[in-house]
Nanobody, 120 residues
């Protein structure tokens, strides 16, 4: 069984910063992509940032230049430093990972989500 556990999030004023972290545990042979999505009330879940196991990173246009992430393959963790936060960044943020739990078997896992609220 695989678990993604997130930490961080909270309430911050516009212009402030927050840091999210996520650790994957359980039966993990390999993690392919690992990253963050978010879902605001009444909106679809959207990609924020994704980090591949080859070292490439992709950010949503809306967060480029403000959010910076990193991935530690040895520790199965991913983090997201969010700076210059805006009210429109308010959402539940979910950690996501595509994990090989057996040879040739890849499954997408989600964390429980952590609330980020940015006040104006």
């Amino acid at each position: 069984q695989v678990q993604l556990v997130e930490s961080g999030g909270g309430l911050v004023q516009a212009g402030g910063s927050l840091r999210l972290s996520c650790v994957a545990s359980g039966r993990i042979l390999r993690i392919n992509a690992m990253g963050w999505y978010r879902q605001a009330p009444g909106k679809q879940r959207e990609l924020v940032a994704v980090f591949t196991n080859s070292g490439s990173t992709n950010y949503a246009d809306s967060v480029k230049g403000r959010f910076t992430g990193s991935r530690d393959n040895a520790k199965n963790t991913v983090s997201l430093q969010m700076n210059s936060l805006k009210p429109e960044d308010t959402a539940v943020y979910y950690c996501n990972a595509v994990i090989m739990t057996d040879f040739g078997v890849f499954t997408t896992y989600w964390g429980q989500g952590t609330q980020v609220t940015v006040s104006s």
